[in-house]
């Protein structure tokens, strides 16, 4: 069915760009910029306006899950199941999003490493649950199309 393999786009998507992020860019970022206060302006400027596409992108794949609760009964344990830990890992993100950066862009420079260090916490919490929902509707679908 269509709606579910847009699902799962969309998920791997998500799952794919953080794996990205914290395993290739966020170590080349601190290789390429040693100094903590240029690293800060980079991450600030690369960071800057990703909050709509990622909102956007958490919509999308909110309405094909409950698009795929609705069409397929075969597949409404492991959807339902999924909309917990996607539900959290927006929960993060909005923190990260509207307490966490606002946050940070005021800090001083002795705070930043504290900053950095709770926002790769949150990074790899979000990762756990994006790949633990992108898992169990992956499995589901597999198993629902035998």
């Not at 709509?52 to 992108?57: E, F, G, I």
Request: hydrophobic share 55%; no cysteine; net charge positive.
């Amino acid at each position: 069915m269509v709606v579910v393999l847009i699902h799962l786009a969309i998920s791997a998507v998500w799952l794919g760009s953080m794996v990205y992020s914290l395993a290739v860019v966020q170590p080349r970022v601190e290789h390429f910029f040693p100094d903590l206060e240029r690293r800060e302006e980079f991450l600030l400027a690369l960071a800057d306006g990703n909050r709509r596409p990622v909102l956007a992108l958490v919509g999308a794949l909110l309405l094909t899950d409950l698009a795929v609760l609705v069409l397929r009964p075969d597949m409404r344990l492991g959807y339902g199941l999924a909309l917990l830990p996607y539900g959290l890992a927006t929960a993060v993100f909005a923190h990260v999003t509207w307490r966490h950066w606002p946050a940070r862009v005021f800090a001083l420079p002795g705070e930043l490493p504290g900053y950095q260090r709770r926002l790769r916490g949150l990074a790899w919490t979000m990762l756990a649950l994006v790949g633990a929902a992108f898992l169990a509707t992956l499995s589901v679908s597999l198993m629902s199309s035998k």
